[in-house]
């Protein structure tokens, strides 16, 4: 049965395949009702025949979100009780997520214990590649009973949280499933949200997807390795960034090379260390 999905964007869809019944709880919800995101007040305007009004969307997107953050707050009170640290990690598809992950394990291995949540529709390719590195990884696809939703939602990272071994964790990374809207909106539990941006997608990515950017304490800014064979404009980048969030840390980086990831792991020791 396909469930109807209206981005922040504007565009629409509706899911095929399963509806959201929670394979742990046979709940049906997860907060998805109607699907409508807008957390941030993405309200339309215009001819809206068959949708409901304002007044009711309200009412849904407050529905939507404060179920979504009661298990944020759940899941986030059971990581502390285990004293582990979340980060959650998104991006549009491909920025690199994966690349910079492997470099992590590789590089943390044996200092910091670090479990992994990753978030795809389908497949488990990112969590094939994640394995080898000694950390437990816990996939969630979403399109296996979670409506094939394009981001993470708190019931489904509460739902993979159980499948790792937080009390003998430090760390867990969240790969978010790759999309440059929809992740932002929803609180997952995490401490800390960082994207990963890919100097491939344009200077002018900050503008267009200010929610996303400006959801995170730290940005990522991938695949400088390719920087000789584009007209990437950096400073253009850095300016729209600014714009949108002045207060967020950039790394330059390339999780090809290498360049740039010890500093990302720099970052999340100090996120290791934040009393509290
Ligand atoms: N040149 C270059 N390529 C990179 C870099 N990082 C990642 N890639 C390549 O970009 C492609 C996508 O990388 P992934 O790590 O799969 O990206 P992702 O964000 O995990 O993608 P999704 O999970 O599908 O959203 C792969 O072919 C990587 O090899 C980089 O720093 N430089
Ligand atoms: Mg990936």
Excluded at 100 to 120: F, M, P, S
Aim: hydrophobic letters at 35%; charged letters at 25%; one cysteine or more.
């Amino acid at each position: 049965m396909g469930r109807f999905h209206r981005h922040a964007d504007g565009t629409e869809h509706s899911h095929d395949g399963p509806d959201n019944t929670d394979p742990s709880t046979g709940d049906h919800e997860h907060g998805h009702e109607g699907h409508e995101h807008g957390r941030e007040g993405h309200e339309h305007t215009g001819d809206h025949s068959g949708y409901a009004t304002g007044t009711e969307r309200v009412a849904v997107l407050e529905r939507i979100f404060g179920e979504n953050d009661k298990t944020a707050a759940a899941n986030r009170a059971s990581l502390a009780a285990n004293g582990v640290r979340a980060v959650n990690l998104m991006s549009s598809p491909g920025a690199g997520k994966t690349t910079l992950l492997r470099e992590t394990l590789a590089r943390l291995k044996g200092e910091a214990r670090i479990g992994i949540v990753e978030g795809d529709i389908e497949t488990s390719l990112d969590a094939d590649r994640l394995a080898g590195f000694g950390a437990s990884v816990a996939l969630v696809n979403t399109g296996n009973g979670f409506g094939g939703e394009c981001h993470l939602d708190a019931p489904m990272v509460g739902s993979a949280l159980p499948r790792l071994p937080l009390a003998d964790l430090d760390l867990v990374l969240i790969e978010n499933v790759g999309n440059l809207v929809c992740p932002a909106e929803f609180d997952v539990g995490e401490d800390a949200r960082a994207m990963v941006y890919a100097i491939t997608e344009g200077e002018e990515k900050p503008l267009k997807y200010p929610v996303m950017f400006r959801s995170c304490q730290l940005v990522v800014v991938n695949k400088i390795d390719l920087l000789p064979h584009l007209d990437f404009d950096m400073d253009g980048f850095l300016g729209n960034l600014r714009a949108v969030n002045p207060g967020a840390t950039v790394i330059q980086a390339s999780a090809r090379t290498g360049e740039g990831v010890d500093a990302w792991c720099d970052w999340l020791r100090a996120q290791l260390a934040v009393p509290r």
